[in-house]
Antibody, heavy 122, light 106 residues
Framework: QVQLMESGGGMVQPGESLRLSCAASGFTFTSYDMHWLRQAPGKGLERVAS????????WYADSVKGRFTISRDNSKSTVELQMNSLGVDDTAVYYC???????????????WGQGTLVTVSS | TVLTQSPATVSLSPGERATLSCRASQSVGIYLAWYQQRPGQAPRLLIYDASNRATGIPARFSGGGSETDFTLTISSLEPEDSAVYYCQHRSNWQLSFGGGTKVEIK
């Protein structure tokens, strides 16, 4: 079955960096776009970044553009999110999610990991 | 595109019908999905392209609408349907979520 397991969350101070990782299994990783979404405490959902199945195209929310970088390693079935210049507004649970579309960009999320908490606080 | 969900909270008894609304600030065609998020859990895809049930979703969940007005209907509420429901659009290379509707089971 499809499994997505995030790691790398934790508490950092404003201005610091953090790298999240998501290990995927149970599906043909190389055929699906992958995404990072987040949810601030008590708030709604926000798509943070997406990467096409072949790594060719990447998309970012305006709120993280220039600070966050998404990447994928198709040989290891992993997707990562490098987060720099973190601010208190980046505090959230970060979810890794799989796209619904097979070898095409659909931007519906049919499987989610359990999430990893990132806390930015001084 | 801004998605506005209503009501913010609905409280119903088991067996009752729930109708949730999602309104888009501009047309999104049929490119709208619904997710369920139970407390402490990750979201789960229920409906995509306005009316298609995702794999493994019970038939009591149905979606409808197009352009700017969409509904998620739960025909007969079960206790496990207590959750927050989000709509999400994807169109014109943009993506956003609504603010959510909380469904409480009495």
């Amino acid at each position: 079955q499809v499994q997505l397991m995030e790691s790398g969350g934790g508490m950092v101070q404003p201005g610091e960096s953090l790298r999240l990782s998501c290990a995927a299994s149970g599906f043909t990783f190389t055929s699906y776009d992958m995404h990072w979404l987040r949810q601030a405490p008590g708030k709604g959902l926000e798509r943070v970044a997406s990467v096409r199945y072949d790594g060719g195209n990447k998309w970012y929310a305006d709120s993280v553009k220039g600070r966050f970088t998404i990447s994928r390693d198709n040989s290891k079935s992993t997707v990562e999110l490098q987060m720099n210049s973190l601010g208190v507004d980046d505090t959230a649970v970060y979810y890794c999610a799989k796209d619904l579309g097979l070898a095409r960009t659909i931007w519906y999320f049919d499987y989610w990991g359990q999430g990893t908490l990132v806390t930015v606080s001084s | 595109t801004v998605l506005t969900q209503s009501p913010a909270t609905v409280s119903l008894s088991p067996g009752e019908r729930a109708t949730l609304s999602c309104r888009a600030s501009q047309s999104v065609g049929i490119y709208l999905a619904w997710y369920q998020q139970r407390p402490g859990q990750a979201p789960r895809l229920l409906i995509y392209d306005a009316s298609n049930r995702a794999t493994g979703i019970p038939a009591r969940f149905s979606g409808g609408g197009s352009e700017t007005d969409f509904t998620l209907t739960i025909s007969s509420l079960e206790p496990e349907d207590s959750a927050v429901y989000y709509c999400q659009h994807r169109s014109n290379w943009q993506l956003s979520f609504g603010g959510g509707t909380k469904v409480e089971i009495k």
